[in-house]
């Protein structure tokens, strides 16, 4: 038994005195007029087990007192308020149950019934089709990012590698920062923000888009690490955001709108089917 429920046991039978004649089989904890809290009702997530045996009561009298006090309003309120009121709670909670069963059922029509499959075709085809929409709001590079300790050997062979896109020299630099870099890093050559890249590295940049038009490969460096960067394409705010960079975007939204048909088309299908079979009339 833990010790969390040892203590709600303990609570729970230092007032078991108090239960109801009807259901002898719960532990009353407490009684708001003819409202009661079981033992079974308070969450044993109240005591966490770095609590020692005082905070661990003092925690559940809390939450009871909490519940005493919520549930002697609510009391009062339903003894004093008007029918007017009272009337506006219930259609407030009618609405509120309409809502909630025409949510589920709508959930698990969705899950039983609509094709979620969306193709890389069909994304390839709405992204063309809507080019202006997906305007990008920062700057995105493609990159070679090494980050190495001055104290390294042999660092002019990064110098003289990093800029290479010659198969065979690509993999010696590979080798080479994989021995003795602490990072290196072409970010699976998918597309990233620049910001993500400037956090990586020693450099003020006020301008961004002069920056990546003046810079393609350059060299930075503080007190205790070399820092290479080769940029192997950029694309700048305000222009067309790449496919590849925004294709999980894409799929949400021809999803969402497959949703939005497939719900409205649900609900017209309802209706007419109450209209032909005169399950609906209006007079």
């Known amino acids: 038994m833990t010790r969390t429920l040892a203590i709600l046991i303990f609570l ?25 809290l079981y033992f079974d009702q308070i969450p044993a997530v109240l005591v966490t087990p770095d609590m020692n045996e005082t905070d661990s009561i003092s925690a559940v009298k809390s939450y009871i ?17 008007t029918a007017e009121y009272k009337n506006e709670v219930n259609r407030q909670l009618a609405e509120m149950r309409n809502n909630l069963l025409i949510y589920q059922y709508q959930q698990q029509m969705i899950i039983q019934k609509m094709d979620t499959t969306v193709t890389d075709s069909e994304m390839e085809n709405y992204y063309i089709s809507n080019l202006n929409t997906f305007s990008l709001t920062t700057n995105l590079v493609k990159a070679l990012f090494i980050k190495i300790p001055l104290t390294t050997p042999d ?8 800029k290479s896109s010659v198969p065979e020299e690509m993999g010696e630099l590979e080798d080479y920062c994989n021995k003795f870099a602490l990072r290196y890093d072409d970010y699976n050559d998918a597309w990233i923000p620049f910001t993500q890249l400037l956090m990586e590295v020693p450099l003020e940049c006020e301008n961004q888009e002069q920056w990546l038009a003046r810079n393609s490969a350059v060299e930075l460096r503080d007190d205790k690490f070399a820092y290479f960067i080769v940029i192997r394409e950029y694309r700048l705010r305000n222009s067309v955001a790449p496919f590849e960079y925004i294709k999980g975007q894409v799929k949400t939204i021809i999803l969402n709108n497959r949703r939005n048909d497939f719900l409205q088309k649900l609900e017209d299908g309802i209706y007419n089917e109450a209209v032909s079979n005169s399950t609906l009339k209006v007079f």
Do not use: F, T
């Open 12 to 36: 729970a039978l230092a007032v078991s005195c108090n239960r109801v004649k009807n259901e002898p089989e719960r532990l009353a904890v407490a009684q708001a007029g003819d409202r009661v």
């Open 155 to 162: 660092i002019e062979k990064v110098r003289k590698l990093y």
């Open 65 to 81: 007192r909490r519940w005493a006090r919520k549930e002697l309003m609510s009391m009062r309120a339903e003894q004093n308020l």
